[in-house]
Structure formats: C-alpha cells, structure tokens
C-alpha cells in the first residue's frame, strides 16, 4: 500500500501530537495545520517546531481564512482533525464545519 499525504488540523492536542507521531513513524507525509491563531504560546511554537525536525510539513491556515484552509487540504489526501470542543463546543463545531467545506472545495479528499 502507497503512503499517505496526511493533514493533521489540532496536532498540538493530546490526540493531535499522537497522530502527528503515528503518521511519521508509518512514513505518511505528514502534513502539520499551523494556525496563526496560536499566537505566542511558547509549549505548541515548540511543539510544532519538533514536528518539523522530525519530517513534518508545516503548512499555515486559518479558520478565519478559508481560502488558506482550501490550499493547505490541497497538498493532501487525507485530513485528521483533532480539534477540541472541551472549552466552546459550538465553536469548534463551526470550525470542523469549515474545514468540511474547505475539503468539499478542494475536491481531492475522498
């Protein structure tokens, strides 16, 4: 079986950082959501940035821009998304819904 172009949209949560490590150690290009709405905070900057030193891409998008969503599901053929409802549900609810739309528009996720 061929390896995957995965896109992982909440890599730095508990479940995230998990399947991030999964999907390097099975060889998928792995493929890393950097949301700028993470500002500063120090412990996921470097997180990610482990990410990357172990063979993740990081690619940057918003939700609040669904036109960089659109082009960060491009570069791939399959999306994780590990997002958390624990603090706004709702909203991470309408954040998933975004990202369905972003895929639907991509149109190379199956």
Known sequence: MGKSKVLVVGATGYIGKRIVK???????I???????????DIDKLQLLLS????GA?????S???QKSLVEAVKKVDVVICTLSGVH????S?????KLVDAIKEAGNVK
């Open 51 to 54: 990410f990357k030193k172990q």
């Open 93 to 97: 609810i309408l954040m998933q819904l």
């Open 57 to 61: 891409r990081l690619v940057e998008g």
């Open 30 to 40: 792995t493929y890393v959501l950097q949301r700028h709405e993470i500002g500063l």
């Open 22 to 28: 999964a999907s390097l150690d099975q060889g998928h």
């Open 88 to 91: 706004f549900k709702s909203h």
């Open 63 to 65: 939700f609040s821009d």
